[in-house]
């Protein structure tokens, strides 16, 4: 079992910057590919990026590549994501999961474990 809790989310002025952070317990984390997903009013849970069990390998999806930096401490058992240059259609709550033995998918129903969300609003 992985338990997983999300901080860090808030309200943001278009052009700021926050950092999630999702809080892991359990010990399978070291071992396990990260993803953090997140829905927009109206909208379905979509992929945001992911990470390997190391570390080594990360992906994003398109509408925040070089915006959104992923990363994880196996020390602490949490991992991060990192948002600059927010902007309005960033306004979701954002949820981490968690796939034992995973190699870091984009697709929702690889992962077995959820967090509950935190909230980010982005005001224009």
């Known amino acids: 079992q992985v338990q997983l809790v999300e901080s860090g989310g808030g309200l943001v002025q278009a052009g700021g910057s926050l950092r999630l952070s999702c809080a892991a317990s359990?010990?399978?984390?070291?071992?396990?590919?990260m993803g953090w997903f997140r829905r927009a009013p109206g909208k379905e849970r979509e992929f945001v990026a992911a990470?390997?069990?190391?570390?080594?390998?990360?992906s994003y999806a398109d509408s925040v590549k070089g915006r959104f930096t992923i990363s994880r401490d196996n020390a602490k058992n949490t991992v991060y994501l990192r948002m600059n240059s927010l902007n309005a259609e960033d306004t979701a709550v954002y949820y981490c999961?968690?796939?034992?033995w995973g190699l870091g998918s984009e697709a929702l129903y690889d992962y077995n474990y959820w967090g509950q969300g935190t909230q980010v609003t982005v005001s224009s």
């Open positions: 999961a968690a796939h034992p």
């Open positions: 990470i390997s069990w190391s570390g080594s390998s990360t």
């Open positions: 359990g010990r399978t984390f070291s071992t396990s590919a």
